[in-house]
């Protein structure tokens, strides 16, 4: 059976949680989307995906959640292996500097979205972070032309990344 990609967002107010939903299902047809709204249902469900042997690809995580915060999610997730190499995205309204930068150094975050956020630079943000994650984990990436970003992954191929009919 093929290995599914999730996309996990973690939010904890409902308008929120579901307006980032809304504003990224184009990837749907080839990306499972799972929400979160604690860092703690997060770790459940991450562990539900892993033992399911899928990947989460990319997880876009408020800063302020009811219990553990976003980032001490996303440090966790760094130092754990198999979710080591998700694509870490904070979008918050109210993480402080010192959060920021621990996130970019402790989390390796790849992106920081300020609320409120433009549904295109959201789809655009999603995009490059799953086209990377596609292109570091998965054999056949032109799968995934169609929503991710073609040229790059066309580019890849072009470079010698081996494309299997798997």
């Not at 970019?104 to 549904?119: F, Q, S």
């Not at 999603?126 to 040229?151: F, I, K, W």
């Amino acid at each position: 059976m093929e290995e599914k990609i999730y996309i996990l967002v973690v939010e904890d107010e409902p308008e929120v949680l579901d307006a980032i939903v809304r504003d990224i299902s184009d990837f749907e047809s080839h990306f499972v989307i799972e929400m979160a709204d604690t860092a703690e249902e997060a770790r459940e469900i991450i562990q539900s995906i892993l033992k399911e042997g899928d990947q989460i690809g990319l997880i876009l995580c408020d800063h302020v959640l009811p219990g553990d915060n976003g980032v001490e999610l996303l440090v966790e997730m760094q130092h754990a292996p198999e979710t080591e190499s998700t694509q870490k995205v904070l979008i918050t309204g109210q993480a402080g500097l010192d959060e920021t930068v621990r996130a970019v150094n402790e989390a390796d975050l790849k992106h920081y979205i300020a609320k409120p956020w433009e549904k295109e630079k959201l789809v655009e943000i999603v995009r490059n972070q799953l086209t990377d994650y596609v292109l570091e984990h998965v054999s056949n990436p032109m799968q995934y032309m169609a929503v991710l970003d073609g040229e790059k992954i066309a580019e890849q191929i072009r470079k010698g990344k081996s494309v299997t009919d798997k």
